[in-house]
């Protein structure tokens, strides 16, 4: 299946939160830096759990990190 790639504000939040670094992030999810870089060059969905986890470690939903363009 082929499709629009999720988009994020992964790499706007970690800034908005006083620079986050990729790692800082990374370690909150249990992932690793490649996956953030990864991410946040829309070369990779994440996961519902890891798209949780990204949500809960910025505390916001998911729908605020994650969008499904249209």
Known sequence: MTGTP?????????????DMTQQALADACGVTRQTIIALEAGRYAPSLELAFRIARA?????????????
């Open 6 to 18: 999720i988009a994020n504000d992964i790499r706007r939040l970690r800034q908005q939160q006083g």
């Open 58 to 70: 910025f505390n916001l939903g998911v729908e605020e990190v994650f969008r499904w363009p249209e």
